[in-house]
Every structure is written in structure tokens, then in C-alpha cells.
């Protein structure tokens, strides 16, 4: 009965549609035109009417979309000129901004996109922007969570999904110079943010109501644009929202949660790392997250182990805040470290379900940082990112849990602090000891706490900082501590005031009971003499048998501080006994811990080697490769020979004093203001200076006086000993597997010899023995090798003239070229990466002079 009723007024609709269509696409008569588009728009008067629902039911779901098609392919300037132009806006937007959202949008964006620039386009750009501005697009995102079972519906979400995501794409592939600032992303993401987000408050209110919602649509809409690469333009809208709206409610905390399980599998990493990423610590990330990482593999995946062994560009951020009690010693004065490693691993640490990760977490972390491998090829910030976890996972561990996994975790920390105290970069091996501690300061007694010495910084401080627990509420502090910290501020003076009286009177006893001292009679010091120190010696044989036999701490201090004086000042006896006295010093230990003991003996051997070179220089390249010396011996010989070429290779030092001084000291006397002498002087110095015309000035100082290079003639003497002796059979180390720090510092010293023999006549050979020594290491797995091997490389194209290397190893520098590229490009660490370029520049310089690489 119901349906036979109906069907006259569905007739109905169809025919007045049918006519409409027709009028509108063929008749040119403005009136006939005005009166179908009026007849059409009372069926989108909404339901609140019930006799014309059922005639707007059959309008919206059978008519509207091809109506709209319609309309839109009727958009041209004649056409338009037909509508009344006050009544153009509200015959012809209506129809897009007052029926079903998703029909309208895509009848919109299609006509768009299937358009050439005309006005039809640009009227639809018009619509469309005014279509976004009217909150039209959280209706359509709500209208498809409410239908989400429809049949109808769920073959359009796909084709909705990527239309929304992507629609700053398409506007600007179509528009391009001509595109709206509505459809920028920056513009566009944000406002797809908000309605998102209102999608979201209608769900809670619904839900509040006892109805049920899908949000399904709204994640899957939230993983395709995340996964497109606008994560934090859309999170940055949700996320500080969704902070408030979960303190308090526990619908809003599963709304969010359902927001986020409902993403699918393939776009769960960036809604996941976004909000990791922008949650402002670990309970508010437990609050958006909730059990995610238990009911979702790829959420666990990225959560556990991408995030903190695959990733390390999250920084740490410092927050200024006042803090009270224990927890202002965690960052120094009042600063709070927040940093998205201490919020995951908090959220991990928040609830005992999650606790059992976080111990596998800890596990995964030692396992890597203990991996000599991992070690080697990881840069230093990936290491330090590393570090931070491992510290912080201790900090948020329990007792009960450290004692339970102590045996691993020592074992652990064992592997870990060999590997890095073996490394050969300093940063390395600081970290390591850093973490060793930290792990030994949770594991051990207090007496059994491993303690290293090392030289601290801000990075190795706030390493040190996360070690200390730290509660979840000291994330959020309340705003009152401010006030309590001012009351305490005001309370104070009192304090000080009431404690004042009571330190006099204290005062004045003391003083009374010191009265009796006054009769002591003090001694008479004025003839006492300090006491004499050891004599310096006076020759420089003297000095060698003092350092060889004397066992009086004074005298060998004092020998030390004169050896270097006294060698340069006796050139002729220092060279008699110049080989005699290196060998001593270089033998000499520290046995009474002499301050500068180090640095006094090193300048005694650079001395030493500077008045006697070739005697001298023979000795310690020989003795570098000799039996029974130690790793420490070794690494002073070369220590000595980089310096000591340096020296050679600079001007005379004392002959440049001596020339100089004078002239210093006339310019002191001429630049006095207050010299009487000068004053006339300069008064016509400067007339004559503003009357003289000049039509070239010369340069107002001196050249430089070229001296020869001292290093040049003895270069060899330095260089071919220890190239030539690395790899003879009687040699006790193998420099390429087991002593890493000394092939590293060989090639280094080396590459400083080769880069004082600039110009020098034997530096194409020099170039050419070094260049096929480190061609055999330059994939060496050790990083301070390998920057060793390209600091060889760069010293070698600065010091050996570009022609000369162009003629005499062409091949070779091709290579080199083919090898640098790869080693900018995939090396591990980063400052090899900067060397590698460093030295392709140079290259190119060559290519720019002489065109040899033809590409």
C-alpha cells in the first residue's frame, strides 16, 4: 500500500528531473531556465519536511549525481550570462554545497581534472574552495563512517579516499601557476586535520548517545595521507587536540585508540611514528596509543626495534621548567629533557603488559651496541642514538626486573665495553665508558662499580643525565610550582634574618676564647731559606747521564725542562751524542709522575731530531718496526717525525725572531701617541698623504723573503723507511688485521710527511709509494684506517704539482676518482664521506686545468 503510494511521486521526480535536463541543456530562455533550477532545489530542502521526503530521497539517491554532471557541463560564459546575476551564486552553488558531500566532491574534482582552462574549470575551483571553507568535507567523511555497511557506499570509498588524500596533487597538476592557496598541502592538510577532527567530536557524541560508529574510514583516510608524506601537517592538528580530550575521558581514549587500530597494516609506521614523534611524553602517548604495540605486529616492529636500532635522527629537546625534590639534578637548573626515545620507552615502561618488551628491547639494544661489526660501520651519531636508549631503558627498568635479567645483562655490558674501549676513535671508546657505568651503576654493588677516566662534555653529561629515573609526572609539571618556588624565594630573607642574631653571639664567644692565643710568642722566620731544588745541568752529556741513571724525581724534572734549551742552544755537542740521547728519551718512563711529563720529553725528541736529522730520523724509523718496544713507543716515534718535519718545513724560526725584532720595535715607537718626537712627523705625513695623487698604489707591505725548505733535501729520509718496512717478515705487528690503530696512525703520519714535502723534487716518488701503500687498505674495515687512506689521498693531490701527477699516474687517478665517488656515497661513516668529497673537488680542480677526464 505504502510503496503504490509512492510511486506517483517518484514519477513524478523523475519527469520534473527529465524535464529539467532538458530545459537546461537546450533552451536559451533565462526565465524557463531560473524556474527548472527553482523547481530542482526544493528537493534539497532536507528531511525535516515529511511530505516531500520521499520526493527527495528519490532526487538524492537516483537524480542528484547526474544532475549535477549536467549542470557543470552547461558552465560557459553564455550560459551563465542567462541566470539572473544577483541569484547565480544561490541557483547554482546551492545545488554543490547543499547536497550529498561526496557526489558533490567528486562530480567537482572530476570536471576539474577533465577540463581545459576555461570558466566552466574555473567556476568549479570556486565552488570547490567554497565547498572546503563551509566544512563540507567533514560531512562527507562523517556520512561515509555512518553508511560504512552500505553496499552502495563501499564501493565508492577507495575512489573517495584517494581523491581526498591526494587533491593538492591533482589541483596542482591541473591549475599549476593558477592554483588556489586553499589546495596548497601546507594549507590543505591542516584544514583536512580539522575536519577530521570534527568527525571525531561526532563520534563521541554519538557514542555518548549509546549509537554505534565506524571510524574505519577516518584511519584509513589518516594512514593514506600520512604515508604520502604529510604526517606531521595533519598530526600537528590531532595530536595536541586529542591530549586534552583523553586526560579526562575515557571515550576519547578509545576513540583514539579505535583511530588507531583501524589504520591499515601497510600505514601503520607513519601514524605510529607520528605521533611518537609529536606526543609530549609517554603518557600521553599511552593515552593515544593504549595497547597498540601489544595487538598490531607491524606497530611492534616499529616501535621495539625500527625506532631504536634503524633510526636515529630524533633529537633530544630541552624544555625549561622549574622543578622540585630529586628531579632537578636530571638536567641541571630547572632543564627538562624531552625526547621522543624517554617518551616510547616510557610508554613501553608504563603498564605491566608492556614491561616484558621493554626487557627485550634492552636485550636487542646491548646485542648491537655489543656487535664490533655494528661498531665499525655505524656513525658515531647512530651510536650515540644507541647509547641514549640503552641508558634509558636502565632507568626505567625496576629492580625486581634488573635482578631478574642481571646475568644477561652483564654478559652484555661486558661484550659491549671491549668493543668500544678497543675502538680507535676517542668519541667511541668516551661513550662506551659512559654506558659501561651507567650499566654497572644498576647491576653491581657500590663497591663493586666500574669508574673510568675521561674528559666530559655537555653530550657525555646529558648521556649521564638519563640515568636517573624519572616519574611520569615530571613530564607535565603543575603550574603551582611556580608559585611554591616564589614563596620559598620570599620566606628566605626571614630566615636569614632570624639566623643572624644567634651567628654574633656565636662570634663574640669565639673571639673571647681566642683571647689567650695572644700571649704566644711567634718565631722568628726572616732568616729561613727555601729549600734549594737539584742544580740544572749545564752540558748536554750531562743531561743524557742524568736521565739514563739518576733516580731523584727533582733532578730528572729539572733536566727535563732544560733539554730542549740547552739541545738548541749547542747544536756541535748535541750532535755527538744525538742518537745516545733519543734512544734515552725515548726509553724514559714516568716513574715519579712528573706534571708534563709527556709533552717535556717530546719536545726534547723533536729537538734532538731537528739539530741531528738524518742520524736521528734513521734511528726511530728503524726502531719503529724493532722488537720489544710498546704500542705507546711506537706512536711517540711517529708522533716525533710529523713534528719534526713540521718544524723543518716552516722558516727559521729563531733566524726570523732575530731579523724582526728590531722592526717591531721601531713600529711600537712610532705608533706611541704620546711621543712628542712623533707627533710633527705624522701631522705631515698625513698632509702630504691628502695632497699626493696617486695613479697605482703599491702594496703596503713587504713581500715575504722566500726560504728553502729545510725538510726537502731529508724528506726521503723521513718517508721511504717507513713506507718501504711495514710488511718485511721480521716485523712484530701485522698492520692490517690486528693493530688497526697503528696502520691507521702509520698512514696518518705518512700523509702529514707527504703534505710538508710540498713542491719538494722527491715528491712524485713520495706520492707514487704512498698512493699504492694505501691503495691496498682503502676498503679497510676499520673507519680511522680509512680516513687515514683519504687524508693520504688529499695530501698527495695538495703537495705533488697537478701536472706532474696528471703525467705520471693518470690510470691511477681515474681509479682514485671511481673510488672516492663510491666512498662519498656509501661509506658508513661521515667523515670519510666529507673527505671523499673534499678530495673529488680537488680532483675536479685538476680536470678544470688540464681536461684529462673526459667523461
Given at each position: 500500500?505504502?510503496?503504490?503510494?509512492?510511486?506517483?511521486?517518484?514519477?513524478?521526480?523523475?519527469?520534473?528531473?527529465?524535464?529539467?535536463?532538458?530545459?537546461?541543456?537546450?533552451?536559451?530562455?533565462?526565465?524557463?531556465?531560473?524556474?527548472?533550477?527553482?523547481?530542482?532545489?526544493?528537493?534539497?530542502?532536507?528531511?525535516?519536511?515529511?511530505?516531500?521526503?520521499?520526493?527527495?530521497?528519490?532526487?538524492?539517491?537516483?537524480?542528484?549525481?547526474?544532475?549535477?554532471?549536467?549542470?557543470?557541463?552547461?558552465?560557459?560564459?553564455?550560459?551563465?550570462?542567462?541566470?539572473?546575476?544577483?541569484?547565480?551564486?544561490?541557483?547554482?552553488?546551492?545545488?554543490?554545497?547543499?547536497?550529498?558531500?561526496?557526489?558533490?566532491?567528486?562530480?567537482?574534482?572530476?570536471?576539474?581534472?577533465?577540463?581545459?582552462?576555461?570558466?566552466?574549470?574555473?567556476?568549479?575551483?570556486?565552488?570547490?574552495?567554497?565547498?572546503?571553507?563551509?566544512?563540507?568535507?567533514?560531512?562527507?567523511?562523517?556520512?561515509?563512517?555512518?553508511?560504512?555497511?552500505?553496499?552502495?557506499?563501499?564501493?565508492?570509498?577507495?575512489?573517495?579516499?584517494?581523491?581526498?588524500?591526494?587533491?593538492?596533487?591533482?589541483?596542482?597538476?591541473?591549475?599549476?601557476?593558477?592554483?588556489?592557496?586553499?589546495?596548497?598541502?601546507?594549507?590543505?592538510?591542516?584544514?583536512?586535520?580539522?575536519?577530521?577532527?570534527?568527525?571525531?567530536?561526532?563520534?563521541?557524541?554519538?557514542?555518548?548517545?549509546?549509537?554505534?560508529?565506524?571510524?574505519?574510514?577516518?584511519?584509513?583516510?589518516?594512514?593514506?595521507?600520512?604515508?604520502?608524506?604529510?604526517?606531521?601537517?595533519?598530526?600537528?592538528?590531532?595530536?595536541?587536540?586529542?591530549?586534552?580530550?583523553?586526560?579526562?575521558?575515557?571515550?576519547?581514549?578509545?576513540?583514539?585508540?579505535?583511530?588507531?587500530?583501524?589504520?591499515?597494516?601497510?600505514?601503520?609506521?607513519?601514524?605510529?611514528?607520528?605521533?611518537?614523534?609529536?606526543?609530549?611524553?609517554?603518557?600521553?602517548?599511552?593515552?593515544?596509543?593504549?595497547?597498540?604495540?601489544?595487538?598490531?605486529?607491524?606497530?611492534?616492529?616499529?616501535?621495539?626495534?625500527?625506532?631504536?636500532?634503524?633510526?636515529?635522527?630524533?633529537?633530544?629537546?630541552?624544555?625549561?621548567?622549574?622543578?622540585?625534590?630529586?628531579?632537578?639534578?636530571?638536567?641541571?637548573?630547572?632543564?627538562?629533557?624531552?625526547?621522543?626515545?624517554?617518551s616510547l620507552l616510557g610508554y613501553l615502561a608504563g603498564e605491566?603488559?608492556?614491561?616484558?618488551?621493554?626487557?627485550?628491547?634492552?636485550?636487542?639494544?646491548?646485542?648491537?651496541?655489543?656487535?664490533?661489526?655494528?661498531l665499525r660501520h655505524t656513525p658515531i651519531q647512530q651510536q650515540?642514538?644507541?647509547?641514549?636508549?640503552?641508558?634509558?631503558?636502565?632507568?626505567?627498568?625496576?629492580?625486581?626486573?634488573?635482578?631478574?635479567?642481571?646475568?644477561?645483562?652483564?654478559?652484555?655490558?661486558?661484550?659491549?665495553?671491549?668493543?668500544?674501549?678497543?675502538?680507535?676513535?676517542?668519541?667511541?671508546?668516551?661513550?662506551?665508558?659512559?654506558?659501561?657505568?651507567?650499566?654497572?651503576?644498576?647491576?653491581?654493588?657500590?663497591?663493586?662499580?666500574?669508574?673510568?677516566?675521561?674528559?666530559?662534555?655537555?653530550?657525555?653529561?646529558?648521556?649521564?643525565?638519563?640515568?636517573?629515573?624519572?616519574?611520569?609526572?615530571?613530564?607535565?609539571?603543575?603550574?603551582?610550582?611556580?608559585?611554591?618556588?616564589?614563596?620559598?624565594?620570599?620566606?628566605?630573607?626571614?630566615?636569614?634574618?632570624?639566623?643572624?642574631?644567634?651567628?654574633?653571639?656565636?662570634?663574640?664567644?669565639?673571639?673571647?676564647?681566642?683571647?689567650?692565643?695572644?700571649?704566644?710568642?711567634?718565631?722568628?722566620?726572616?732568616?729561613?731559606?727555601?729549600?734549594?731544588?737539584?742544580?740544572?745541568?749545564?752540558?748536554?752529556?750531562?743531561?743524557?747521564?742524568?736521565?739514563?741513571?739518576?733516580?731523584?724525581?727533582?733532578?730528572?724534572?729539572?733536566?727535563?725542562?732544560?733539554?730542549?734549551?740547552?739541545?738548541?742552544?749547542?747544536?756541535?755537542?748535541?750532535?755527538?751524542?744525538?742518537?745516545?740521547?733519543?734512544?734515552?728519551?725515548?726509553?724514559?718512563?714516568?716513574?715519579?709522575?712528573?706534571?708534563?711529563?709527556?709533552g717535556l720529553r717530546q719536545r726534547g725528541l723533536v729537538a734532538?731530531?731537528?739539530?741531528?736529522?738524518?742520524?736521528?730520523?734513521?734511528?726511530?724509523?728503524?726502531?719503529?718496526?724493532?722488537?720489544?718496544?710498546?704500542?705507546?713507543?711506537?706512536?711517540?716515534?711517529?708522533?716525533?717525525?710529523?713534528?719534526?718535519?713540521?718544524?723543518?718545513?716552516?722558516?727559521?724560526?729563531?733566524?726570523?725572531?732575530?731579523?724582526?725584532?728590531?722592526?717591531?720595535?721601531?713600529?711600537?715607537?712610532?705608533?706611541?701617541?704620546?711621543?712628542?718626537?712623533?707627533?710633527?712627523?705624522?701631522?705631515?705625513?698625513?698632509?702630504?698623504?691628502?695632497?699626493?695623487?696617486?695613479?697605482?698604489?703599491?702594496?703596503?707591505?713587504?713581500?715575504?723573503?722566500?726560504?728553502?725548505?729545510?725538510?726537502?733535501?731529508?724528506?726521503?729520509?723521513?718517508?721511504?723507511?717507513?713506507?718501504?718496512?711495514?710488511?718485511?717478515?721480521?716485523?712484530?705487528?701485522?698492520?692490517?688485521?690486528?693493530?688497526?690503530?697503528?696502520?691507521?696512525?702509520?698512514?696518518?703520519?705518512?700523509?702529514?710527511?707527504?703534505?710538508?714535502?710540498?713542491?719538494?723534487?722527491?715528491?712524485?716518488?713520495?706520492?707514487?709509494?704512498?698512493?699504492?701503500?694505501?691503495?691496498?687498505?682503502?676498503?679497510?674495515?676499520?673507519?680511522?684506517?680509512?680516513?687515514?687512506?683519504?687524508?693520504?689521498?688529499?695530501?698527495?693531490?695538495?703537495?705533488?704539482?697537478?701536472?706532474?701527477?696528471?703525467?705520471?699516474?693518470?690510470?691511477?687517478?681515474?681509479?682514485?676518482?671511481?673510488?672516492?665517488?663510491?666512498?662519498?656515497?656509501?661509506?658508513?661513516?661521515?667523515?670519510?664521506?666529507?673527505?671523499?668529497?673534499?678530495?673529488?673537488?680537488?680532483?675536479?680542480?685538476?680536470?678544470?686545468?688540464?681536461?684529462?677526464?673526459?667523461?
Amino acid at each position: 500500500m505504502g510503496s503504490s503510494a509512492m510511486e506517483p511521486e517518484i514519477l513524478e521526480v523523475r519527469c520534473l528531473v527529465k524535464q529539467a535536463i532538458g530545459t537546461l541543456s537546450s533552451s536559451r530562455d533565462s526565465a524557463e531556465i531560473t524556474r527548472s533550477l527553482q523547481t530542482m532545489k526544493q528537493y534539497l530542502g532536507g528531511p525535516n519536511s515529511a511530505e516531500h521526503l520521499p520526493k527527495n530521497n528519490e532526487f538524492v539517491n537516483t537524480h542528484y549525481f547526474h544532475f549535477l554532471q549536467v549542470l557543470t557541463s552547461n558552465l560557459s560564459v553564455d550560459w551563465l550570462m542567462l541566470l539572473p546575476a544577483d541569484q547565480e551564486k544561490e541557483l547554482l552553488d546551492y545545488f554543490f554545497l547543499n547536497g550529498p558531500p561526496h557526489q558533490a566532491y567528486l562530480v567537482l574534482l572530476d570536471t576539474i581534472i577533465a577540463a581545459s582552462p576555461s570558466l566552466r574549470q574555473e567556476r568549479c575551483v570556486q565552488i570547490l574552495e567554497q565547498f572546503l571553507r563551509e566544512g563540507r568535507m567533514a560531512q562527507l567523511i562523517w556520512e561515509v563512517c555512518l553508511e560504512h555497511t552500505s553496499p552502495h557506499m563501499a564501493s565508492l570509498r577507495e575512489t573517495l579516499l584517494n581523491k581526498i588524500s591526494a587533491l593538492p596533487d591533482h589541483m596542482a597538476n591541473k591549475l599549476e601557476k593558477n592554483n588556489r592557496v586553499m589546495f596548497y598541502p601546507e594549507d590543505y592538510y591542516p584544514l583536512l586535520g580539522q575536519e577530521m577532527l570534527s568527525v571525531l567530536e561526532r563520534t563521541c557524541e554519538r557514542l555518548k548517545g549509546g549509537m554505534d560508529c565506524s571510524l574505519s574510514f577516518v584511519s584509513q583516510l589518516l594512514g593514506k595521507v600520512c604515508i604520502q608524506g604529510h604526517t606531521d601537517a595533519v598530526l600537528q592538528v590531532l595530536v595536541p587536540r586529542l591530549t586534552v580530550l583523553t586526560q579526562s575521558d575515557c571515550i576519547w581514549q578509545r576513540i583514539s585508540w579505535r583511530l588507531v587500530e583501524n589504520v591499515p597494516e601497510r600505514w601503520m609506521e607513519n601514524v605510529v611514528s607520528g605521533m611518537v614523534r609529536l606526543a609530549a611524553g609517554p603518557e600521553v602517548l599511552s593515552r593515544l596509543l593504549g595497547s597498540i604495540v601489544l595487538k598490531n605486529k607491524k606497530a611492534e616492529f616499529v616501535l621495539t626495534h625500527k625506532f631504536l636500532l634503524l633510526q636515529y635522527q630524533h633529537k633530544v629537546c630541552a624544555v625549561m621548567g622549574e622543578r622540585g625534590g630529586s628531579e632537578q639534578g636530571v638536567g641541571g637548573k630547572g632543564l627538562v629533557r624531552n625526547s621522543v626515545l624517554q617518551s616510547l620507552l616510557g610508554y613501553l615502561a608504563g603498564e605491566k603488559t608492556r614491561g616484558c618488551l621493554l626487557v627485550e628491547v634492552l636485550k636487542k639494544l646491548l646485542e648491537t651496541w655489543g656487535n664490533s661489526s655494528a661498531l665499525r660501520h655505524t656513525p658515531i651519531q647512530q651510536q650515540l642514538y644507541i647509547s641514549k636508549a640503552i641508558v634509558i631503558c636502565l632507568a626505567q627498568l625496576t629492580n625486581s626486573q634488573i635482578q631478574e635479567h642481571k646475568a644477561v645483562l652483564l654478559s652484555g655490558m661486558m661484550a659491549g665495553m671491549e668493543c668500544h674501549l678497543d675502538s680507535n676513535i676517542a668519541r667511541v671508546r668516551q661513550l662506551g665508558m659512559v654506558v659501561a657505568e651507567c650499566l654497572s651503576a644498576r647491576l653491581n654493588s657500590e663497591d663493586h662499580r666500574l669508574k673510568f677516566q675521561y674528559v666530559e662534555d655537555d653530550e657525555l653529561r646529558e648521556l649521564r643525565s638519563l640515568s636517573i629515573p624519572r616519574p611520569l609526572s615530571s613530564w607535565e609539571a603543575p603550574p603551582q610550582q611556580h608559585r611554591d618556588g616564589d614563596s620559598q624565594m620570599e620566606s628566605r630573607p626571614n630566615l636569614v634574618e632570624s639566623k643572624q642574631p644567634v651567628q654574633r653571639t656565636q662570634d663574640t664567644e669565639s673571639e673571647s676564647e681566642l683571647d689567650s692565643d695572644d700571649e704566644l710568642i711567634p718565631y722568628d722566620l726572616s732568616i729561613d731559606t727555601e729549600l734549594q731544588r737539584s742544580q740544572a745541568p749545564a752540558y748536554v752529556s750531562d743531561c743524557v747521564e742524568v736521565l739514563r741513571a739518576s733516580a731523584h724525581p727533582e733532578q730528572i724534572e729539572t733536566t727535563l725542562k732544560i733539554v730542549e734549551d740547552l739541545i738548541r742552544k749547542n747544536p756541535t755537542a748535541s750532535r755527538e751524542v744525538s742518537v745516545q740521547f733519543a734512544q734515552v728519551l725515548l726509553h724514559l718512563e714516568d716513574k715519579f709522575n712528573i706534571s708534563g711529563f709527556i709533552g717535556l720529553r717530546q719536545r726534547g725528541l723533536v729537538a734532538i731530531t731537528v739539530t741531528d736529522i738524518i742520524p736521528v730520523t734513521q734511528y726511530l724509523t728503524a726502531e719503529f718496526y724493532a722488537v720489544n718496544y710498546s704500542l705507546a713507543q711506537r706512536l711517540d716515534i711517529l708522533d716525533v717525525l710529523a713534528l719534526t718535519a713540521q718544524e723543518l718545513s716552516q722558516p727559521d724560526s729563531s733566524r726570523r725572531a732575530a731579523n724582526e725584532t728590531p722592526s717591531i720595535q721601531l713600529l711600537r715607537e712610532a705608533s706611541d701617541p704620546h711621543n712628542p718626537s712623533q707627533q710633527w712627523k705624522k701631522i705631515i705625513e698625513e698632509r702630504i698623504e691628502n695632497k699626493t695623487r696617486r695613479f697605482a698604489k703599491g702594496t703596503s707591505r713587504p713581500e715575504a723573503k722566500a726560504v728553502p725548505n729545510r725538510l726537502g733535501p731529508v724528506a726521503g729520509h723521513f718517508f721511504f723507511p717507513l713506507i718501504g718496512n711495514y710488511d718485511r717478515p721480521q716485523s712484530p705487528f701485522d698492520f692490517l688485521a690486528e693493530q688497526p690503530l697503528m696502520m691507521g696512525r702509520l698512514i696518518h703520519t705518512l700523509a702529514i710527511l707527504m703534505y710538508f714535502s710540498v713542491n719538494v723534487p722527491i715528491a712524485i716518488h713520495m706520492g707514487k709509494a704512498l698512493l699504492d701503500f694505501t691503495w691496498a687498505v682503502r676498503y679497510h674495515k676499520d673507519t680511522y684506517v680509512r680516513q687515514g687512506t683519504l687524508f693520504a689521498v688529499s695530501s698527495i693531490l695538495l703537495s705533488v704539482p697537478s701536472h706532474i701527477l696528471l703525467t705520471e699516474v693518470p690510470d691511477e687517478l681515474l681509479e682514485m676518482r671511481s673510488w672516492l665517488a663510491d666512498v662519498a656515497e656509501n661509506d658508513p661513516d661521515e667523515g670519510c664521506r666529507k673527505s671523499a668529497l673534499q678530495s673529488l673537488l680537488l680532483l675536479e680542480n685538476f680536470k678544470k686545468k688540464l681536461g684529462l677526464f673526459a667523461e
